[in-house]
């Protein structure tokens, strides 16, 4: 169903992103790693765990693990360990190589850490050992630059299974921050220097797309199509998969009129964005960053941007500062450039901005 809000797991439900499912599926039987880029609420989640699903059919196992929230080493073995553990059938055949490992041991829910000690040295371990059993793999990492804080160790565990594994393939997701980049862009000093992914950038749907999306999914409820409504959903709401995704579930599954249904996702995305807002500020300049944005809801070239951000802290700030954390918000997705200005762009973030 197109308007259901969980991820999508099979090809027919997800709308528009056809070529790029095909895409990742036959990168990953090439042996290629995959990165999968995109803003928020635009489908990467769907477009990974749908290949996943095609790929199992090929014979793939597939571990997929959301690191969203997820903190330093020990966060990122606990999270590979429950991975594995949901893989269907695979238990007896670790059984005995866990056995062997001494941060690990194996009860009745499966594989259990005694010990988070040495975690990414037990990684190693465990991934070492599903490697030698000569299945192909798929690993997801989804929301991967959280573990931008353990980077540099991470680049070496993912260099030690590139070299050694090559029945395990990855894939990654996330906003272009930090260990996205260097993912995307190692340096020659780098681990993963001459092995990187292989960029899928998701775009939001063009206007064309978003109406037909909405209308196909009425259609499928067998729910009337109101054209100016459809339209005047778009125009609010903008052509992110996500929020025309929720519109569609409030208006056609929940039967909320249009503007109850439109409102509803409002709430809702403000709600999202506010999170994820406060998640990105966080161990970051709140003041700057949050100034940046607010004189970023119309677009604003650099001097205007500068302007603004002196006004509301009340004296001169240097350059370097307005650069740097426009790089950063547009790493993170929240603002794009055209041209010369710069303009948050997600109608969800507006709203929280503007509260």
Not at 34 to 62: D, H, I, N, Q, W
Not at 230 to 236: C, E, G, K, Q, S
Request: net charge positive.
């Amino acid at each position: 169903m197109l308007f259901d809000l969980h991820p999508k797991l099979h090809p027919e439900e997800l709308y528009g992103r056809e070529r790029e499912v095909e895409e990742v599926v036959r990168l990953v039987k090439l042996g290629n790693w995959v990165l999968v880029l995109g803003p928020r609420m635009v489908g990467k989640t769907s477009l990974m765990r749908t290949a996943c699903s095609l790929l199992e059919k090929e014979g793939f196992r597939t571990a997929y693990i959301n690191l969203w929230g997820v903190k330093g080493s020990a966060g990122f073995l606990t999270a590979l360990v429950e991975s594995i553990n949901s893989v269907k059938g695979i238990f007896d055949k670790l059984k005995e190589a866990i056995l062997n490992i001494e941060e690990l041991s194996v009860g009745t829910s499966g594989i259990q850490l005694k010990t988070t000690r040495k975690p990414l040295s037990t990684a190693w371990k465990l991934l070492s050992a599903i490697g030698r059993l000569k299945d192909r793999w798929l690993v997801v990492l989804d929301e991967v630059q959280e573990l931008a804080a353990i980077s540099a160790q991470l680049h070496k565990l993912l260099a030690n299974v590139f070299n050694s594994y090559p029945n395990i393939i990855f894939i990654f997701s996330g906003s272009m921050f930090g260990l996205i980049k260097t993912l995307l862009n190692p340096s020659q000093s780098s681990p993963l220097y001459g092995r990187k992914p292989t960029p899928i950038k998701l775009q939001h749907f063009t206007r064309k797309q978003a109406l037909d999306f909405l209308r196909r999914g009425f259609m499928e409820l067998r729910v009337g199509v109101n054209e100016d409504q459809l339209a005047d959903a778009v125009d609010r709401l903008g052509t992110s998969p996500g929020w025309l995704t929720l519109y569609g579930n409030y208006a056609a599954v929940q039967r909320l009129n249009h503007e109850e249904a439109v409102d509803e996702v409002i709430k809702e995305g403000v709600k999202i964005m506010k999170a994820e807002l406060e998640h990105y500020l966080e161990d970051r300049d709140r003041e700057t960053h949050l100034a940046v944005l607010k004189a970023c809801l119309t677009p604003a070239t650099w001097t205007e941007i500068k302007k603004a951000v002196e006004r509301k802290k009340g004296y001169q700030v240097n350059d370097a500062t307005i650069q740097s954390t426009l790089q950063e918000l547009q790493a993170a997705m929240l603002i794009e450039k055209t041209n010369k200005t710069y303009m948050v762009m997600d109608p969800m973030l507006k709203a929280l901005l503007t509260m």
